[in-house]
């Protein structure tokens, strides 16, 4: 699986969009860019992946590069239960037997009032 | 419908000795992963199960040992524990046979194990 790279901490005001960044340059074509997110005490909770296309749910909006060397996880309107961990991570689709996860650092997100 | 629950939710154990603990995946799901997560190594792969069969398993000893059970329920035991085997013990499940681009796990709470 593909190495990413994230910033260690950021911060964001609550109600403003939050935009964490992932750097992937090593992904391959057929490796997808998911994103997790891990709240203090609780496990992951998974959030939204994507393969080329920017994508788009009730969490959050995900926008990957054209070239796939980078992506941009979005939550529009931020709160203060956002404040987690969250984890990109880009790998081959779940087939049976593969459901090892590479979790990196991440980035701690920090919404302030 | 209920989550993952992983039991206990709290241990504490001594150098030594061994702990087993458990796991009951969401109903309908047959895969069944192991986390370990410490605040100097991060969240680490363990192994994973699908249909009673370790079908990965990551680089740890081999003190580190799990089974899952028909109901798809597992179990991951530690022998002979030490001091950094303190950690919190995570598990997901996941339905296989599900599109090949989703890639959703769902992890319970964790059990956090202290060695003293």
């Known amino acids: 699986d593909a190495k990413t790279t994230q910033p260690p901490s950021m911060d964001c005001a609550e109600g403003r969009a939050a935009n964490l960044p992932c750097n992937h340059s090593?992904?391959?074509?057929?490796?997808?860019v998911y994103w997790y997110r891990q709240i203090h005490s609780q496990g992951p909770q998974y959030i939204i992946h994507?393969?080329?296309n920017n994508e788009t749910n009730e969490m959050a909006s995900l926008i990957i590069t054209e070239d796939r060397k980078s992506s941009t996880l979005i939550l529009p309107h931020a709160t203060l239960r956002d404040t987690a961990v969250y984890y990109c991570?880009?790998?081959?689709?779940?087939?049976?037997?593969?459901?090892?996860?590479?979790f990196g650092q991440g980035t701690r997100l920090t919404i302030n009032p | 419908k209920a989550g993952v629950t992983q039991t206990p939710r709290y241990l504490i154990k001594t150098r030594g000795q061994q702990v087993t603990l458990s796991c009951s995946p969401i109903?309908?799901?047959?895969?069944v992963s192991w986390y370990q997560q410490t605040p100097g190594q991060g969240l680490q792969f363990l192994f994973e199960?699908?249909?009673?069969?370790?079908?990965n398993k990551g680089n740890f000893p081999g003190r580190f040992s799990g089974r899952q059970f028909s109901n798809s329920r597992s179990e991951m035991n530690v022998s002979t524990l030490e001091l950094g085997d303190s950690a919190l013990y995570l598990c997901?499940?996941?339905?296989?046979?599900?599109?090949?681009?989703?890639?959703?796990?769902?992890f319970g709470e964790g059990s956090r194990l202290t060695v003293l």
């Open positions: 994507g393969l080329k």
């Open positions: 090593t992904i391959s074509g057929n490796e997808y």
């Open positions: 991570i880009v790998r081959v689709p779940i087939i049976q037997g593969a459901q090892k996860l590479v």
């Open positions: 997901a499940s996941s339905l296989l046979r599900q599109p090949a681009n989703t890639g959703e796990l769902f």
């Open positions: 199960y699908f249909s009673e069969t370790q079908r």
């Open positions: 109903s309908g799901h047959r895969s």
